[in-house]
């Protein structure tokens, strides 16, 4: 059974700084692409990041590059999301998926193809 599960959610201060953990179980995560994405009350969900399967390219929002940063551990079975400046627009709850097309998937824009997904994990902002 494949479960992805985030973790790292919590309350931060505009401006601050939070790491997100996505950790992987029931596959062999070295072999897939894996992403983020975050849907606030009353929008869409919408992307966030992706990083390939060793990490070696990496996708962003126009609205995080330069304050977002994706990375993975694969012998942890474990992708990250460092979050930095922090803004209110960015609170959400967040979730992981992985991906065994690779980044094509994410260039898509159709999240609907992505194989597993996570359950979320909220993150609020106080401005």
């Known amino acids: 059974q494949v479960q992805l599960v985030e973790s790292g959610g919590g309350l931060v201060e505009a401006g601050g700084s939070l790491r997100l953990s996505c950790t992987a179980s029931?596959?062999?995560?070295?072999?897939?692409?894996a992403g983020w994405y975050r849907q606030a009350p009353g929008k869409e969900r919408e992307f966030v990041a992706a990083i390939n399967y060793n990490g070696a390219s990496t996708y962003y929002a126009d609205s995080v590059t330069g304050r977002f940063t994706v990375s993975r551990d694969n012998a942890k079975n474990t992708m990250y999301l460092q979050m930095n400046d922090v803004r209110p627009e960015d609170a959400a709850v967040y979730y992981c998926?992985?991906?065994?097309?690779?980044?094509?998937?994410?260039?898509?824009?159709?999240?609907?193809?992505?194989?597993?997904w996570g359950q979320g994990t909220q993150v609020t902002v106080s401005s």
């Open positions: 029931g596959l062999t995560f070295g072999s897939y692409a």
């Open positions: 998926n992985a991906d065994s097309l690779g980044l094509s998937t994410y260039y898509s824009g159709d999240s609907s193809r992505h194989d597993y």
